[in-house]
């Protein structure tokens, strides 16, 4: 690269983190918002929290990166606009490409990142982020529940322990649950101790009872037990499978052949389909909103025009293009024949916005409409007046004498 090109490609890359940091900031502290009630309600420490809303991050940073993209490139071509930069650029026989090319260097680099996450970064914080979460599961009855307390976990689930060892085992376990609104049940067992077996923990009960009721009109029945588990996946709302990978958690091996016992896949197959090809369609984005900022705000103009409108359709133009794939996604699960079109719009937004640059055209805003509807005007009213200045009579002023 040139020193100009080098010089731009700084500026942009510099305008780009400093954007994506703003942004992965402001979708942070939005997941940290949600996510606090795992320290106020559930007894977990911040570094948990901490460590739960960054593994949240990467799932949206395919969304954002782009999009920062898009407004480090417009900063830095207006900028230079700005400071009649471009415009000597161009005097000097410089084309539009010799100011788009570190540009599109920046967006290479910018969609192989895209790639890199969709592909490891996401599937692999996606399944920590998992694995996060059963550890919550797992602390919530040595953390939550205090020793002469009733706690309730989630509605209509009650919790009562005498006492905790020194090793963590809960003496005295009483539990009611309640949510099943045909049978009620209570647990009690002189002992209780949490047993972790991955993906899933489970409540070990030793020497205790059952008390199960159904019918109100029926006495309740009374079991006895010496050892007795449960699962404590069934303390938090989930689906029936929870344990299966859901698409966004898979690899591509994974993604690309699925389990045929996978619950997930039998029931939405579209699923597994639209983001496999999601995943690739996705990185041509930077790439096509580098090109759309280019043929909108890229060629030089003079300080008198107003570049506002060139910016607001170069982020218009971007915005509904990628809000387009986004839709297209879901008519992909319904219907496989759509695929194409996941790859159809940021392609097309690439080739219109490279006819557009090598043809030389400008955004018409609307001020340009009125400037050219005024000039026609001015045309016609000259033309008019001239006509009746021809057929209106002179009259011929006679000279003064000089005495």
Same mark, same amino acid.
């Given at each position: 690269?040139?020193?100009?090109?080098?010089?731009?490609?700084?500026?942009?890359?510099?305008?780009?983190?400093?954007?994506?940091?703003?942004?992965?900031?402001?979708?942070?502290?939005?997941?940290?918002?949600?996510?606090?009630?795992?320290?106020?309600?559930?007894?977990?420490?911040?570094?948990?929290?901490?460590?739960?809303?960054?593994?949240?991050?990467?799932?949206?940073?395919?969304?954002?990166?782009? %999009?920062?993209?898009?407004? #480090? $490139? /417009?900063?830095?071509?207006? !900028?230079?606009?700005?400071?009649?930069? *471009? =415009? &000597? %650029?161009?005097?000097?026989? #410089? $084309? /539009?490409?010799?100011?788009? !090319?570190?540009?599109?260097?920046?967006? *290479? =680099? &910018?969609?192989?990142?895209?790639?890199?996450?969709?592909?490891?970064?996401?599937?692999?914080?996606?399944?920590?982020?998992?694995?996060?979460?059963?550890?919550?599961?797992?602390?919530?009855?040595?953390?939550?529940?205090?020793?002469?307390?009733?706690?309730?976990?989630?509605?209509?689930?009650?919790?009562?322990?005498?006492?905790?060892?020194?090793?963590?085992?809960?003496?005295?376990?009483?539990?009611?649950?309640?949510?099943?609104?045909?049978?009620?049940?209570?647990?009690?067992?002189?002992?209780?101790?949490?047993?972790?077996?991955?993906?899933?923990?489970?409540?070990?009960?030793?020497?205790?009872?059952?008390?199960?009721?159904?019918?109100?009109?029926?006495?309740?029945?009374?079991?006895?037990?010496?050892?007795?588990?449960?699962?404590?996946?069934?303390?938090?709302?989930?689906?029936?499978?929870?344990?299966?990978?859901?698409?966004?958690?898979?690899?591509?091996?994974?993604?690309?052949?699925?389990?045929?016992?996978?619950?997930?896949?039998?029931?939405?197959?579209?699923?597994?389909?639209?983001?496999?090809?999601?995943?690739?369609?996705?990185?041509?984005?930077?790439?096509?909103?580098?090109?759309?900022?280019?043929?909108?705000?890229?060629?030089?103009?003079?300080?008198?025009?107003?570049?506002?409108?060139?910016?607001?359709?170069?982020?218009?133009?971007?915005?509904?293009?990628?809000?387009?794939?986004?839709?297209?996604?879901?008519?992909?699960?319904?219907?496989?024949?759509?695929?194409?079109?996941?790859?159809?719009?940021?392609?097309?937004?690439?080739?219109?916005?490279?006819?557009?640059?090598?043809?030389?055209?400008?955004?018409?805003?609307?001020?340009?409409?009125?400037?050219?509807?005024?000039?026609?005007?001015?045309?016609?009213?000259?033309?008019?007046?001239?006509?009746?200045?021809?057929?209106?009579?002179?009259?011929?002023?006679?000279?003064?004498?000089?005495?």
């Amino acid at each position: 690269m040139s020193i100009f090109e080098r010089y731009v490609f700084r500026q942009a890359a510099g305008a780009l983190l400093l954007i994506l940091l703003s942004l992965s900031g402001i979708v942070w502290i939005a997941l940290a918002l949600r996510q606090l009630n795992v320290v106020t309600s559930q007894g977990q420490d911040a570094w948990l929290l901490l460590k739960l809303t960054t593994l949240a991050l990467p799932n949206l940073m395919a969304i954002i990166a782009p %999009f920062a993209l898009l407004i #480090a $490139t /417009i900063h830095t071509l207006n !900028r230079l606009n700005g400071d009649s930069e *471009l =415009i &000597v %650029f161009t005097a000097s026989g #410089a $084309t /539009i490409w010799s100011v788009g !090319r570190p540009l599109i260097y920046l967006a *290479l =680099i &910018v969609a192989a990142s895209v790639s890199f996450v969709n592909h490891i970064g996401q599937p692999w914080s996606l399944r920590l982020l998992r694995d996060y979460l059963v550890q919550i599961r797992t602390d919530l009855l040595s953390q939550v529940i205090q020793p002469g307390r009733f706690s309730s976990p989630e509605p209509k689930l009650t919790f009562h322990i005498r006492e905790r060892s020194l090793n963590g085992e809960l003496l005295g376990l009483i539990m009611h649950d309640q949510r099943d609104p045909k049978l009620s049940q209570a647990y009690l067992a002189e002992r209780g101790t949490i047993v972790k077996q991955d993906p899933a923990a489970y409540l070990l009960m030793t020497k205790g009872h059952i008390v199960r009721r159904g019918d109100p009109q029926k006495p309740p029945e009374i079991i006895a037990f010496d050892n007795y588990a449960i699962d404590l996946n069934r303390f938090e709302a989930k689906d029936d499978d929870s344990n299966d990978l859901k698409p966004r958690e898979r690899y591509y091996s994974e993604l690309a052949n699925p389990e045929a016992t996978s619950a997930v896949y039998q029931r939405a197959p579209g699923q597994f389909r639209s983001e496999l090809h999601e995943r690739f369609a996705n990185p041509l984005f930077p790439i096509a909103f580098v090109m759309i900022a280019l043929a909108a705000v890229g060629q030089a103009q003079s300080t008198r025009q107003n570049r506002v409108e060139r910016a607001v359709v170069a982020f218009v133009g971007a915005v509904a293009s990628r809000l387009g794939a986004l839709a297209m996604n879901f008519v992909v699960v319904l219907n496989a024949a759509m695929t194409p079109l996941l790859y159809l719009i940021p392609l097309a937004a690439i080739l219109l916005s490279t006819v557009v640059i090598w043809r030389g055209a400008k955004p018409r805003g609307s001020s340009i409409l009125a400037n050219r509807l005024r000039d026609i005007g001015d045309s016609a009213w000259t033309s008019v007046a001239r006509a009746a200045g021809k057929l209106r009579p002179t009259r011929t002023v006679p000279k003064r004498r000089m005495p």
